[in-house]
């Protein structure tokens, strides 16, 4: 065929030399960019590399605000997540931070955290910049959608079905751990010998949701797609207009999903809605009031099924100016009696997030080194890196995680670049002062102006 | 030695309209016409861009000093009797005006530089303005401040009745020239009692100004009677007082805090309404620079781009001989040659834009922040700065250049308000752009 249009490559590309090879490495063994990127392939980006240890503190006291055990049984309905290294907010390690939570609580559903006690969920929500969330329904619709994308919908449908009656034990012990290639799969229950229709699993499923007082075309697309969330999405969730959601006003989430959930034996659905500024400042003194009294509503004494059974526990990221912005509409809707944002109380309902220290930048930076090394014998070890390099880099970048890594990553650029054979703290000085520009600081002292640089008196 | 003074200005009633080729251009309709009149230089002037506004035609007041301005520099004469300017008259090309057009149509700058000396002829107020830059701050090589209200500073209106001078009022007085004083040493140097009072007194004139009317909201009875304003803005009214008082105090007929006078006039050459109209006249003929949006001063910022030398280099300085001091003295413009700046451009405009993307966290900023820094610091006029931006990008483009630059047109948030919508674009190949980014690029 000599159409170039069917053309295809026929010379395949030569495989580039691993320029990282001198230095024991698979690749930059360091983020480029020094911030996580959820659904990137690559475990350096996503966040999926972390050191439990480093943020230990801040995990205890995400479990003690948010996940009931038989200690604890009383958790906050509204919890918020915050950088207490003012302004220096970006790149601490929030996002990587609520993703492993979210991973933690997904791995056995909260079994192991709440001491058996809970069936526990965790969604992350994160909104897109642009003004898009203004109101209180855009916000209960990125909560759905993360619902229906992280399969916690389709979760609840299989075990609903699990539960139904509908499925011999011997069927059920065949599920396995791609439910949703077996449970999920209506193809495979057929297969099974189970029937969906005429008075099936759907129809089962339907006439128990029906029972919950849930709204009738939510039953039939639950029943029928919801075992799916790409089917769901498809038929359902795409159908349902701006209009919709906005006469709806988060019943869908705060009523009828509740009952889906709490009937599938879910106890607790955790919501950790990251980047919150993408929300608030968009909003315009009333959008901002009504957001509250919304959240007031649905989350503590509206009359809702979520708030009589206390379901969702909500962890909103923030970053310092946002409690300044929300805080006159927090106290104005009463939400400060049961979450303090700020003042005295806040503390009670606040996960801190500290700056890194010399004891965890060591360790981190180790995990991201033993991730991409050639040979498990340098594992455990800085090469080509020196601690003194690390303490350096740490001071350079404010400690913050994300500006730290980065640094490490340019680090080792600059290293192959110029054929370092170590990178000492002069090294890391050296890329420092050539590194990207960072994010802005806040700047309260007055700087005189820099000096002129010629003279036209001629006197000089 | 008897002290020397300045000549007394044959006019001081200078145009308020800033683009200044409204000369070339009313030129050459006349020369197209033979004769024109103020109805049809109004019809006929181009529409332009002033900054990012648009403007459509002139108004006929500005229509009207620009003929005024052109008969009294004599390069228009017009028909009958008597100065009052008549919608009748027509205006035609005096030997002078014709000349002044051919060096128009040779050379803009040179025009331009025949245009300084007319004006100094005729007002006296270019030279003298130069001269008194230099005389406040001598130090700072003539780097002035006129004081605006800090920039976080945005109280609620007031009703019109409300017109008391108050505490916070003179605290902010208080700041914004503490702000000035640290920032720019030397660039405003008022004693803090006298520009408090000089500030409130300005502040109580303006507000025992009969008030403004503005136009009807729409939904109202019919009837073309305008209402009177029932609020005014503290700020806008505090930044007035501020001009008004720092007008007074720089450019009276007698230099800050020194007792002999300029002039042999009592009046003072400028006042604050044409100080308005000067400054971007001055900057379009390349003797000042100017910039009323500094990232850390509140107020307008201006320093000369030239200096009166008894001589100066000449591949830096260009010499306009026919404004001179009292010492006898020529007006000399920083005009450095691109070779002899090249590096220290270079310089100061990565420096510059590294210090500005620090501030604002991009790699692309505002290619006008770092304009107005690049000539305070190198002393360039803004046109000086075009060429020299132009010749960077050319180089830039050249094998083994040490810099990336790219320049953008897109318009910025923050240039769509207030003084930024008048703020001189920068031009490149004819394009006003407004934003750069430069990188160093790696060896390899």
């Known amino acids: 065929m000599t159409n170039d249009l069917f053309r295809k490559p026929t010379v395949p590309l030569e495989p580039k030399p691993n320029k990282y090879e001198r230095f024991g490495f698979t690749r930059n063994p360091f983020p480029a960019k020094p911030s996580v990127i959820i659904d990137s392939p690559d475990p350096v980006e996503n966040g999926s590399i972390y050191l439990p240890a480093l943020r230990e503190n801040e995990q205890n006291r995400f479990e003690e605000l948010l996940i009931p055990n038989p200690d604890r049984p009383q958790v906050r309905p ?92 011997e069927v059920l012990s ?74 709806d006003d988060g019943r869908l989430l705060f009523d009828d999903l509740v009952k889906v959930f709490a009937a599938s034996g879910f106890t607790k659905g955790v919501i950790l809605a990251d980047e919150i500024e993408k929300i608030v400042p ?24 979520n708030a009589r059974l206390s379901f969702y526990g909500l962890l909103l990221t923030i970053h310092p100016y946002l409690q300044e912005l929300l805080t006159p509409h927090w106290e104005a809707s009463g939400l400060d009696r049961f979450a303090a944002l700020s003042r005295e109380l806040a503390s009670e309902y606040t996960v801190y997030f500290e700056p890194l220290t010399e004891g965890t930048a060591i360790p981190l930076a180790t995990a991201y080194l033993d991730e991409s090394r050639i040979s498990d014998d340098q594992k455990g070890t800085l090469e080509p890196f020196d601690a003194d390099a690390l303490e350096e880099a740490l001071l350079l970048t404010g400690r913050v995680p994300g500006r730290f890594l980065t640094l490490l990553n340019n680090s080792v650029e600059k290293a192959i670049q110029e054929e370092w054979q170590k990178i000492g703290a002069d090294q890391i000085r050296t890329v420092a002062q050539a590194r990207a520009p960072k994010e802005p600081d806040q700047n309260d002292t007055i700087e005189v102006l820099p000096p002129t640089q010629v003279d036209l008196s001629g006197s000089k | 030695m008897p002290p020397k003074h300045w000549p007394r200005p044959k006019s001081r009633n200078v145009g308020l309209f800033t683009d200044l080729r409204l000369f070339s251009e009313a030129l050459e309709l006349t020369s197209e016409q033979g004769s024109i009149t103020k109805h049809y230089l109004q019809e006929e002037l181009s529409q332009r861009v002033h900054g990012l506004l648009f403007i459509e035609r002139q ?150 100004l009969k008030r403004r009317k503005v136009a009807k909201p729409s939904g109202e009875s019919v009837g073309t009677e305008k209402r009177q304003m029932k609020t005014y803005t503290p700020r806008r009214r505090l930044a007035l007082a501020m001009r008004e008082a720092a007008v007074n105090f720089l450019f009276s007929s007698k230099p800050p805090y020194v007792d002999s006078e300029d002039f042999w006039m009592p009046k003072p050459p400028l006042l604050p309404r044409t100080y308005m109209a000067w400054c971007p006249r001055l900057e379009a003929l390349e003797l000042i620079f100017y910039t009323d949006v500094h990232p850390t001063l509140p107020g307008r910022l201006i320093f000369p781009t030239s200096v009166f030398r008894a001589s100066a280099p000449q591949h830096t300085f260009e010499e306009l001989s026919a404004i001179k001091n009292p010492d006898g003295e020529s007006l000399w413009l920083h005009q450095p040659s691109w070779e002899s700046m090249k590096g220290r451009f270079f310089t100061a405009l990565s420096q510059e834009h590294q210090r500005a993307s620090a501030r604002v966290g991009s790699l692309y900023v505002s290619l006008l922040d770092v304009r107005d820094e690049v000539c305070r610091q190198l002393r360039l006029s803004a046109a000086r700065f075009d060429d020299f931006i132009e010749e960077a990008l050319r180089e830039s483009l050249r094998p083994g250049s040490r810099w990336s630059i790219s320049v953008e047109t897109d318009i910025r948030e923050d240039q769509r308000s207030a003084f930024q919508l008048i703020r001189r674009p920068a031009w490149i190949d004819g394009t006003p752009h407004s934003l750069i980014a430069i990188t160093e690029i790696r060896s390899a």
């Open chain 2, 59 to 208: 108004s006929p007041k500005s229509v009207e000093h620009l003929l005024r301005e052109l008969r009294g520099i004599g390069w228009l004469r017009s028909t009958g009797r008597g100065s009052k300017l008549s919608d009748s008259m027509s205006y035609h090309l005096t030997p002078d005006g014709e000349a002044a057009f051919n060096l128009f149509r040779q050379s803009n700058r040179k025009f331009l530089r025949l245009l300084t000396a007319k004006m100094q002829e005729l007002y006296t107020i270019p030279g003298w303005f130069v001269h008194r830059l230099w005389t406040i701050n001598p130090e700072g090589q003539g780097e002035v401040v006129v004081p605006t209200p800090p920039r976080g500073w945005n109280p609620s209106s007031r009703q019109w009745e409300d017109k008391e001078w108050t505490p916070e009022l003179a605290t902010q007085t208080e700041k914004t020239l503490d702000i000035i004083q640290s920032v720019c040493p030397g660039g405003f140097p008022i004693k803090e009692d006298d520009w408090i009072e000089s500030v409130e007194s300005a502040w109580n004139r303006l507000s025992s």
């Open chain 1, 282 to 305: 968009y909003q315009n003194t009333e959008e901002r009031r009504a957001f509250t009294e919304s959240l007031r509503y649905f989350f503590i004494d509206g009359p809702c099924e």
């Open chain 1, 174 to 247: 065949e599920v396995g751990t791609e439910p949703h290639r077996t449970i999920g799969n209506n193809q495979w229950l057929e297969d099974q010998g189970i029937s969906l229709i005429l008075g099936g699993l759907e129809r089962t499923i339907q006439t128990q949701l029906s029972g919950l007082g849930i709204r009738d075309d939510l039953v039939d697309a639950l029943a029928q797609f919801g075992h799916s969330a790409t089917d769901f999405r498809r038929y359902y969730l795409d159908n349902l207009s701006d209009y919709y959601w906005r006469r």
């Open chain 1, 78 to 169: 509204i919890a918020f997540l915050m950088d207490y290294a003012t302004r220096r907010g970006r790149g601490i390690g929030k996002t990587a931070f609520l993703y492993h939570q979210c991973e933690r609580i997904m791995q056995d559903l909260g079994n192991e955290l709440s001491g058996g006690t809970q069936v526990i969920f965790a969604a992350y929500v994160l909104p897109v910049a642009g003004g898009k969330y203004r109101k209180f329904w855009q916000f209960s619709r990125i909560i759905v959608d993360a619902l229906v994308k992280n399969e916690i919908i389709a979760k609840a449908i299989w075990r609903l079905r699990a539960f139904s009656g509908v499925i011999p034990d």
